[in-house]
Nanobody, 120 residues
């Protein structure tokens, strides 16, 4: 599976962005899809995941929404009410998990990352 993330950019605090991650292959619907991020000087951290149910980190719950379109083999991350602390490189990931997982080690495939910068 190859993953291609896009949609990052520079936005002011309080603004919104939508990230997309397009996947190759014909078994997209079988994968749990996840979003992770890594800020400057920080470790990679879980943001959201989705198979049939959705899972969110507490820090983004109520502001971010993960969704997927299996017909387009694409997963999305709608990010609203962005804060400067959301600044990071965002990565999409795929894994045969059967459920969501906040551990990056559980995912088998990774996209290249897309930069999100939130200015105050």
């Amino acid at each position: 599976v190859q993953l291609q993330a896009s949609g990052g950019g520079l936005v002011q605090a309080g603004g919104s962005l939508r990230l997309s991650c397009a996947a190759s292959g014909r078994t997209f619907s079988s994968y749990t899809m996840g979003w992770f991020r890594q800020g400057p000087g920080k470790e990679r951290e879980f943001v959201a995941a989705m198979r049939w149910s959705t899972y969110y980190a507490d820090s983004v719950k109520g502001r971010f929404t993960i969704s997927r379109d299996n017909a387009k083999s694409t997963v999305y991350l709608q990010m609203n009410s962005l804060k400067p602390e959301d600044t990071a490189v965002y990565y999409c990931a795929a894994g045969y998990l059967g459920t969501g997982s906040p551990s990056w080690r559980a995912y088998d495939y990774w996209g290249q990352g897309t930069q999100v910068t939130v200015s105050s």
